[in-house]
């Protein structure tokens, strides 16, 4: 097959659990000149990232940063920075995002308790304490904020007030919450939180959004062996973000101009305006769907407005309906992943994608298709 401008005419309309639609405006932000990656002009730019991203996380916290790679990179610079082989790590399992956080910490030589629920429910906070409790000594409690596998929205505002004064540092996924429902890192007590571009922030993906607490970095300073990753290493990624600007690895300048020009754009719209729209058009996604027959994957009461999971009317397969969405109506929605594979869709209103024009297109190619098939 050869590549030509074809490839590009008619994009999809991204719907799924990610990447997101990018805006005109962060497009051309990706196209400016390359500069270097010790340009002063260039680090007035990242710093002002850092500044900007420390008001979307809701922190003060110093090292908060763009990790270089997608959301999984921020996971794995989280876990690889935080664990030692033989710690004692809880992570909160209901998807495969918490599955993954699991095998990392296992992978780092870590003894990972998990604390399961069903898929499409969340995880109680008591349970998740009790088993900080039950295993004395437990350096970590990693949780996932936003579940987009389920479309769980896990309640977290208790975890840190109760940890506190403890040896526990609490890690959360913030990959497909940030941007899209209120989180708040210094009030809530976290100390690792990591998040991706290509989802609430409607930037591309390749980069992971990530902050740290200052005992977080003590931590990592008091660490007995460094971290087994030389690139995610943040002891050493500091040197270039710190005065000194000591060159670790090449900054991928170009995205972070695009990562710049989100934040520019979220500033403008306003958090708590950002919030209220996804919170509008997912609720109504949802409430429309609802009236077509489908069903909700996801419990009552924690329901994502950014990440839609459903059941078909009358059990349909998802798959060709799926496939039938992009090609006749050019629009892009997720299938299920693990248990939920070939069961649900997931439909992201997330960043770009969270308007009511998107939520307009979805139904009026469920109603065609559904029509047709019946
Ligand atoms: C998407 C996602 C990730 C991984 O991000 P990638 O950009 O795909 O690497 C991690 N956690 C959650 C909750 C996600 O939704």
Redesign the pocket.
Known sequence: MTVTQATFDNPPLLLG??PSPVSERIRAALARPTLGHLDPRFLDLLDDVGQRLRHVFGTENATTFPVSG????G?EAAMVNLVESGDTVVVGVNGV?GTRLAEMGRRLGARVVTVEAPWGEAIPQAQLLEAVRANPGTRLLAV?H???STGVHQPLELLGESLRGGDTLLVV?A??SLGGVPLQVDAWGIDVCYS?T??CLGVP?GLAPITFSPRALERIRTRKTPSSSWYLDVSLIAGYLGSERRYHHTAPINLIYGLHEGLVELEEEGLGARFERHREVGERLQGELGARGFVPFTAEGVRLPQLTAVHLPEDREEGPLRRRLMAEHGIEVGGGLGPAAGKIWRIGLMGHGAQHTSVDRVLQGVDALLEASN
Not at 70 to 73: E, H, L, V
């Open positions: 659990p990610g997608t959301g999984s990179a996971m995002f996932v936003a579940e987009t996924d990959v497909t991706g290509q989802k993906p």
